[in-house]
Nanobody
């Protein structure tokens, strides 16, 4: 069964840091581009960051570039999102995601709340 299981997240003060993790199973993790999305209240789900299958190429939404870092460890089938200098506008539910020619798979989502 193809699955993405997330961990991390929680409540952090503005300016703080958090790291999200996403473990893939049931597929060859190293073959696929992986992404992080987030959904904030009243907004559509948006792409936050993306990483190539080998980890050599990354891309970020303008709103997080310079503050967030996406990475992966293919030996551990794990995707990461290191978030720094967090802002209240980063509050939302974060999802890891990948797609194939025939399917899409989302993690279960994890809440990130940035508040003092």
């Amino acid at each position: 069964q193809v699955q993405l299981v997330q961990s991390g997240g929680g409540l952090v003060e503005p300016g703080g840091s958090l790291r999200l993790s996403c473990v893939g199973s049931g597929f060859t993790f190293s073959n696929y581009i992986m992404s992080w999305y987030r959904q904030t209240p009243g907004q559509e789900r948006e792409l936050v960051a993306q990483i190539s299958s080998d980890g050599d190429a990354t891309d970020y939404a303008d709103s997080v570039r310079g503050r967030f870092t996406i990475s992966r460890d293919n030996a551990k089938n794990t995707l990461y999102l290191q978030m720094s200098s967090l802002k209240p506008t980063d509050t939302g539910v974060y999802y890891c995601y990948f797609y194939t020619d025939t399917s899409t798979t989302w993690g279960q989502g994890t809440q990130v709340t940035v508040s003092s």
